[in-house]
Each structure stands twice: as C-alpha cells, then as structure tokens.
C-alpha cells in the first residue's frame, strides 16, 4: 500500500525560558493510505507535539515530514494550510469549533475556502449523517460535549480528507458519548477511505486502530501492528 | 502546491467577517458603543465650537456694527469707488466736526455729525431713548443726539437742533451705538442725521474735515485674506480697512485663548476617542486569536484571517463613525434645548460639514489604525494554538509594529494639524501625549516589577490573588493604566486649564478701570474739575495733559515728500494723523518696552527721546535712533526714538502711541483729560448733570457702554470655557467606562474557576474588587500629576498666564475615577455572582 504518511528521523524542541527542552528524538514512521493508526503514551510524550508536525501546524528542528505526497519543510505557512485545507481533517479533544459559527456554518466552512458552490447541502447531509439534522442553526454554547464533537466529526469528513488527525476525541467526553463518537468516527472513516491518525492515552481506543504508535519521553519505544484488520 | 491559493473570495471574507460578528453581537455593541462615544466627543465638540466661535464672533461685529468698513478722509477715488462698488456696500456714512446749535436755548457746542445712509448698524443695536426713534429718525427726517450732550444743554426729543443752514427735529437721545466709539476716534459728542440731509446743512466744503464710511455685511467671507488682498491697495488710495477681526483686540487674549482652549478640547476629544478605540480593539482581538488558529488549522491562509477580522472591524469602525457622529449631533442640536435655562445666549445650532466628514473618517481609520497592531497577532497566531501548545505564537515583526506605530502618531498628528491649524503646536502636543504615553507604559512596567519584587506573601488569599492578577499572563495592568491614566490625564488638563484661562475671562471691572472720561479741561479747570469728582466718593484715575502735533519728517524726510514717494513703505495714515500725545515718567500697567529704554526725563538741551507703540513702528518704518520731527501747533520738536512699547490695548485705559518724557511738553499748549469710575447709572448720571453744569465745555464720555458689550463677551468666553471643560470631561469619563467595561470578559473565566472550586460570592468580589481599585488608583493618581506638568506648560507656552493648581482634581477626580473604574470592575463580574458556571461558561463561549 503507498504511505500517506512518512516521518524521518524527527526532532523537535521547545525554549523553556533560558532552556531548550527536546520533546521529540529521532521519531521515524510511516503509515498507509486508508489505515487507522493511533499514537499513544503518557502525558508529556510528546503526542500532541507530533500530532502538530505531521499535520503541518508546526515546523521540526530537523528530519523530514511527507504528507500526501508533500515534503512539509518545503513549504511556506499558507502553502501548508492549502495542503490541509484539501487533504486533511482534524478532531480535537476540545472541539474546536468557532463560538461565533453555526453547526452548519463551522461545518461548511472548509468547503468555502476550496470555493466549492453546494457547500450548504454537503454540510447538511453531513450533520444529518451524525445524527445532527435538527441543530444546524445552533450556536456550538446551544450545543453538549457530545453534539459539538459530532459538529466537529462532519466538519472533519466536510472536504473528503485524505488523512484525518484526531487529538484525544473523546477526552472531554463521558464515556457513553465517547463511545457513540468513536463508532460515527470509524463508520465515516470507513465509508470515506480516510487515513485516521488517532492521538490517545485510552489503549482501548488504541486498540482499535490496525497500528499503535507509543511514545515515551519523546521516543518510539514500539510501533507495532493490532490484531485489527 | 505553489500557486495553488484558495478559491475562496473577497465575498466569502465579507461573509465570515459578518457571521463572526454576528453571533458576538453583544461583544461588538461594547466595541462599537466605545467608538460611538470617542467619535461623538469629538463631533459634538468641534460642532459645539464652530457655534459658539461663529456666536462669539458675531457678538463682536457688533461692536463695530458690520462685517467690515472701508473708510477715506476724502470722497473715494475712482479706483476706491471701484472696490465700494465690486463689494456692494450695505450703508454708508459721511462724518465730520461741526458746531450745532439748539435753537431752544441758543447754545452752541462742536459736535461730531453723521450723515447716515442705510440700515446700520448691521449687528447690535442703536440704542435710543425713545426706542422707536432708532428705527423712525431716517424715515421721518430728524436727528438723534448724544444722551450727554441733550442731559448738558437740557435739551429734549422733540426740541430742535441747527446743523448749518439746516434745522432737524430732535427724535431721541442716543444712548449707545455700535461703531468705533470712545476717545480714540472722536472728541466730540454724536449727532446722528438721515444722510440727504448733508449737503443741505452746506457744512462740507472743500477742505472740510470729514470722513466717509462704506460699511458691509459679508458673513461668509475670509476676513483675513480681505485684510491682507483689499487694504494694502486701499492705503495706497488714502482709504482703510477695519474689519470685525480687528475688534477682537479689544477682547484681546480672551478671546485668542478662549479659540484655543476650544482647539485644546477638540484635540482632547479625539484622543479620548483614540483610548475608546484602542482599548476595546485591543481586546476585541486578542478574545479572537483562538478561533484564528482553527481557521488556520482547517486550511485558512494568514490573509485570509487577517482579512475576515480587518473587514470586521473597518465596517464596525465605519458603523461606528456614522453613529458617533450622528450622536454627536443629536448633542450638538439638543444642547441649546436641554441647556436653554442655562445657556447666557442664543446659539444658532448650524451643521459644518468638516467635523461630520472628519467623524465618519476618524471611525473608519482609528479603528483599522489601532487594530492593525493587535490584528498582526491573527497573522502570526500558529494553528498550533488549537493543540494547546504554544510557543512564540504571537511573534510580531518589530518593523511593522514600529510602522503601525508610526502611522498612528502622523494620523493624529494630521487630525491635531487640521485642529491646530499650526504645524509646530501639532507636533509638540503629539508629543506630549506621546511622552505621557510612555511615562504612563514606565509606570505600570515599574509597577508589575515592584509587585514581583516585593510581593506580600504574608496577605491573604484574597488579596494576594488580586496582586497576582496585576502581573500574570493575561492581566490587564498595562491596557487599564494607560486607559484610565490617559484619560485622567486629559480632563485634568482640561481642568486645570479652564481654571488658567477662566482667571483672566474677567474685565478688571473695579474701580481701578476708569469708565467715564472727561476731554477738553483746560489747564486751569484742572483743580476744579477734580475736585467735583471726589467730593461723590469717586476718585480721578488719570489726569493726563494732551499735546497735538502731526509728524513734519521721519528719518530726515518730510512727510509731504514721503506722501509722493510712490515706493514708500510708510503707511499713508501715519503721514496724515494727528496724533494726541502725552507726557509721563513711568510705564502704566498696560506697557512693557520691548526694545530700548525708557527715558523718564530730559534736561535742556538734551535729546529727546520718546516712546512709540509697536503698531506705529511697524507702519511708519521707524526704529530705535530713528529722528523724528513733530510739528506742534507751529512750532518744530526734534526728537529720536527711545523705547517701543507693546501696548495691550484690550485694557480700556488711555493709551498713547507716542508718550514724550517729562520735561519737554510742559509748556507746550495742551488741554487735559480725568478719568474716573464710576459703578451706576444714576452715579454716572448725576456726576455728568454737575460737570456739565459747572464746566460747559468739558466733554463726558461715558464708556460703560462698551464695557457692557466687552462684558457681555468675556461672559460668554467664561461660560463656553466652562461648559465645554465640563462637557469633555464627562465624556472623557463615559469613555473611560467604556474602556473598564470592555474588560468585562478578560475575568469572567478566572472568576468562574474560582467560583466552581468553591469561592464565595465575597471572596471573588474582594478579588475583583482590589484589582481595580489598584489600577484605578494607579491610573488616575498618575495620570493628574502628569496634568500638572502638562498644565504649567500650557500656562507658560500657550497661554501665557499663571498657572496655580487647583486642588479639586485630587479631591474630587481622583476619588471619583477610582470609585467609577471600582463600580465597573464589579459590574464586570456581577453575572459570574448571580448565575451558575456553567451558564456562565456557556454564555461566554
């Protein structure tokens, strides 16, 4: 299967006052177009900072990121934001939403910066398809944890993402609601063809996934497949 | 990917910029209420003042009774005639000295007699006892004589009066009339008649005496440039002009500063829009950074964010511009109404395009200005934002910080120009809101670095967590202090200032003035007439001796060869005037030399030096050294220059273009003249019935009139200097909530917090509370001594006047902006006390 997704030799570090602290050494990886993969590991790993890389949000000290075909280091801030604008989607454990948008509104708006003209329709069929059909017009404060994460699913799949990165999504959830996000999750995954790339410290969610990536102290300490198929 | 740029267009940036602001409706009603009221200030201000400065000039055309006059000692020329005629004069008048005689009693008196064509006066009014007379006298064909003069000779309305071969019915007294009146321009008392009555009296022959006045109504036109275009072409035809301009000498520094007190208020007014604008932008922002970095996140380019948020605000300044200035005129329009018991005279509410273009514009551009530093923020925000981690995510290039900065101070510096009018004023108040600035970010840097340092920990929790407030991420120290600082700063100036110019808006009407003056007492009635005077408890101001001379040659020239020298500089006046002079040792209040030396006395056979006023120097071309030759009554005088006076001529006291030293005049024939002062009418009445009595020829002026119009005026000044002190204050204060209130949701979260971990309604108003009564103190404390400083400066510089500082902005202000930036700091936080978290959380998104 061609890799969506390569990672060489990744290091990253941040300034912590006068210090430099290394969050990530030397991270290699790769993962498949259409595979569902999870990234998993204590808190401070590294995760999140990785999860950042490799969707381009953040540029790496050294190592090289191919996204989509893409080495990521040649391209500038807003040739990276195109890039994810067509062939990514994102999740976050905290939603994300723009306060200031309707469910519809925030769903379509990745499809209104392609120009794309049926954006209402596509982002109605959506959220009708995550079960949302009455909240269109809702202002995500109207909305529960559980309703703004589905918000968030549809407007992760609204422009057919090649790749979709999932930061913790059911951390802020209970786990009834998590459990019915994660299910919607993987069934959009499935009927779209989407790589998932889930960031999680719930190895029962890992689990799921056909790859668990753990990290520790910034380094890869396995990378293996799951029973998963 | 290269090339490859989102298909999203300027449309779609229009729509987000409208959804986003849409849903934070109530966030973007504080931000516009903020420009509403810093654009209404300054509309409603500026408008205020044209008004009051239209009203105030008007006030002064009346103390010559039009826009402007043309007069010539001689029938005008063809080319003055010409210019008459091009301007189209609205009356005219011919005067001149003559005997009149009152057939009743058969008394004679010389008197001053105008000839009289048209509706003048054209502002203010001739006042005539009876009433009716003033508008009956050209009509009817009589005449209207002096109050004086009828009160000498005992004289009536409806007695006669005989102006050469011509005999008038008298129809009233004269009792006041605009025009320049007084002591300077005649001697003698007035008699007013319909001017086809002139030629009749035969009284104008060739070689008379007299002088023909065009007077004009022109409202609308530049005075200035009149003066500077029309009168050097008129001196050169032996005529002159005196526009209303000219008269506000005679209010003299008043009302100079009363425009520049206004000017001061207008430049106020806009940076208090300026701290409106900056303050809720500012936050306005920074509360957006968050959902920038999603936008980016989900593929949004930095333009494109910058854009939606750049359109937002250009159009909520723009709204904001439109609402403000028609607030602002809803103020201007609803003062004279609101204000109708108070105000001590009628204003005509007129709208002037410039302060409402000026409105809108400042609207628009203030906010995108002082957006565009806090909106760089949306450039460089990372999407990483949204992951929670950040690390240098508001990195700001420091050249196009510095070139924001920069574009603010020349807009303003540009708005303070067209203020101003007076580049180097403009520059130096930027300044020095630009160094007050600074001073005010050093105080609230040396603050937070004083907290850090020497932090209580021994205080409680409450209130160290209020100490904490002041100097962690996210505290609002350095936006409130340079808010409440400025604007404290700005209406204490404004304050102070007021008090500077409101102690001189006061005509010295104290027995120290003299109002009546007594001209023609021979030397030998001196003694007598003083001590008719003294007697009725009033008490002789001046008794000066007056010498006659006209100039016989200026620097070796004669004046008749100068008069034909067509390249002569020297104005043509100079050559012809009479000039009255006296004779003294000293200075009197209203002088001060500027160049030379006073010359308290000459002995026999020394120079004569004498002392000439600045105005004379400059028209007749003469300096220190210069010789000049007088030619009084027959006999030669040679004298030099000594000393040139600058004479403040607002001060109604006799005042000399030329004053000789003692020991040279005194033989010289002379006549004299007394002053006194006088409180009353009937006072005034009674002492002129006995002078005139007891010494017929002695001529009685009585200048209460002028000092009633001068009055009149300076009230005015007093009452516009005050209002609109007060009124910039107040809305310096309602900006200054304004700019507290919009930072309502900066503690809601931490307040929350707090209260979900168990906080008690008291401990999170304690909390609140001592923050803001800590930055309200701070602000307000630093922000009225800086005044000070600013205050003495603009005694010193701009005003010219002592400046004694008041004690009310400490007892009064002060207090009351902390107690007011208290009072909204805790309505910020009253939702967190009353609702439950979560309906908070959920509110505030």
Redesign the interface.
Known sequence: MPKILKIHELEKSYSSGSKKLKVLHSISFEVEEGATFSIVGPSGSGKTTLLGLCAGLDKQDSGTIELCGQNLGELNEDERAQLRNREVGFIFQNFQLLPTLTALENVIVPLELQGVKNATKTGKDLLEKVGLGDRFHHYPSQLSGGEQQRVALARAFSNSPKILFADEPTGNLDEETGEKVIQLLFELNKEAGTTLVIISHDLELANKTQHILRLKGGKIISNEPTLVQ | ??G??????IL?LF??AW??????ISRLLLFIASIILGIAAVVSIQLFSENVKQNIQSQSKALIGADFIIDSRQLPNEKVQAIIDSLGADAYEVNFPSMAAFPKNGAAKLVQVRGMEGNFPFYGTLETNPTIAASEYQQKGGALVDATLMLQYNIKPGDSIKLGVVTLPILGTIQGMPGRSGFSSSVAPTVLIPFRFVEQTELLQQGSRKEYQYFFVAPDMDMDLLDETLDPILDDENADLDTHTDTSRQIGRSYDNMGKFLNLAAFIALLLGCIGIASSVHIYIKEKL??VA???????????TFLIYLIQIAVMGLIGGVLGTLLGIGIQQALPLLLQEFLPFDIEVSLTIQPMLMGVLLGLIMSVLFALLPLLGTWYV???E????S?NATVKSRKIKIINFGAIILFILLFSIWIFKDILFAIAFVLGVFITFAILTGISALFIRAIKSYFPTAWGFTARTSLLNLFRPNNQTLVLVLAIGLGTFLISTLYFTKDILLAKTSLDNTSENANIILVDVQPEQRADVEASITPSGLSVIDNLSIVTMRMHSINGKFTNDIRKDTTTTIKNWVLNHEFRTTFRDSLIPSETITQGAWVKEVKPGEPVKISISESLAEDAKIAIGDPIVFNIQGVMMETTVGSIRKIDWARLQLNFMIVFPGGVLEEAPQFHVLTTFVPDNATSASLQQELVRKFPNVTVFDLRQIYTVIEDILGKISWVINFMAFFSILTGIIVLIGSVRNTKYQRIRESVLLRTLGAKGKQILHITALEYLFLGILGSLAGILLSLLSSQLLATVLFEEPFVPSVVPFLIFLPAIVLLVLIIGLSNIRSVLQSPPLEIL??V?
């Open positions: 990917m290269k490859n740029r989102s298909k999203a267009g779609w729509n987000m959804r986003d602001g849409r849903a934070s968050t959902d999603v936008l980016k996140c989900i593929g949004a380019s930095r333009k494109q990372s999407p990483l949204v992951l929670r981690v690390e959920r509110k998104g």
